[in-house]
Antibody, heavy 117, light 109 residues
C-alpha cells in the first residue's frame, strides 16, 4: 500500500533554511504529484506548493514564492521541500501528500519544524 | 489566494446529520469540480474523504457525501458517530497548478 515517510523534527534559528524529505513507496513515484501543506499550532491547513516528480516541475503558492524550493530524487523515490529565510511564524507541522494535481490523497506523518533562537 | 470560508464549528448528536459549508469564489470552487474534503483527528495527518466534489474513495462510508452549488461546496455527514468528532477541511483547485484550503471546521458529536 501507499506510504509516505517524512524526515524528523527540526529546530532552526530565524533566518536559516530547513529541508524536509518525503520518501514514497507502494506506487509508481513518477505518476502522482507531491503536494506540501503545513499546519501551524492550533491553525488550519495551508498549501505551500506541488511538485511533478516526473518532470521536476513545481509550483508554489504566491505567499511562498522565492522562499520555497521543491525537488526530487527519482533514484530513491524521495521528494524534498526546502523553506528558506525562516521566521517564527514558519513554526508548523509540514506534511507531504501525494495525489493528482487537483488534490492529495495519501499523506505523510508530518514533520515538526520549530523556528526559535 | 484567500482561504476558503468554513464555519469554525458545528455540532450534532449521534445519529443526526450535519452539513459543513465551504465558500470560495468564481476562481476556485465556482470554477472547477475539484473540491476535496479531509478529516483530521488531533495530532494526526489529514484523511482523504471526498474528491471531485462528491466522489468517495474506497473505504469511506457512504455516510459522508459531498455536493456543490455555485461557489459553495458542502460536506454532509449522516448517522453521526462519536468517532466522527474531528476537524474537517475543504480544498479546491484554483487554477494555474495551485490549491487552496478552507480554514477548517471543528465537529463536535
Amino acid at each position: 500500500q501507499v506510504h509516505l515517510v517524512q524526515s524528523g523534527a527540526e529546530l532552526k534559528e530565524p533566518g536559516a533554511s530547513v529541508k524536509v524529505s518525503c520518501k514514497a513507496s507502494g506506487y509508481t513515484f513518477t505518476t502522482q504529484y507531491i503536494h506540501w501543506v503545513r499546519q501551524a499550532p492550533g491553525q488550519g491547513l495551508e498549501w505551500l506548493g506541488c511538485l511533478n516528480p516526473s518532470s521536476g516541475f513545481s509550483k508554489s503558492a504566491q505567499k511562498f514564492q522565492g522562499r520555497v524550493t521543491m525537488t526530487r530524487d527519482m533514484s530513491i523515490f524521495t521528494a524534498y521541500m526546502e523553506l528558506s529565510r525562516l521566521r517564527s511564524e514558519d513554526t508548523a507541522v509540514y506534511y507531504c501528500g501525494r495525489g493528482t494535481l487537483e488534490r492529495p490523497d495519501y499523506w505523510g506523518q508530518g514533520a515538526l519544524v520549530t523556528v526559535s533562537s | 489566494q484567500s482561504a476558503l470560508t468554513q464555519p469554525p464549528s458545528v455540532s450534532g448528536s449521534p445519529g443526526q446529520s450535519v452539513t459543513i459549508s465551504c465558500t470560495g469564489t468564481s476562481s476556485d470552487v465556482g470554477a472547477y469540480n475539484y473540491v476535496s474534503w479531509y478529516q483530521q483527528h488531533p495530532g494526526k495527518a489529514p484523511k482523504f474523504l471526498i474528491s471531485d466534489v462528491n466522489k468517495r474513495p474506497s473505504g469511506i462510508p457512504d455516510r459522508f457525501s459531498g455536493s456543490k452549488s455555485g461557489s459553495t461546496a458542502s460536506l454532509t455527514i449522516s448517522g453521526l458517530q462519536a468517532e466522527d468528532e474531528a476537524d474537517y477541511y475543504c480544498c479546491s483547485y484554483a487554477g494555474s497548478y495551485t490549491l487552496v484550503f478552507g480554514g477548517g471546521t471543528k465537529l463536535t458529536v
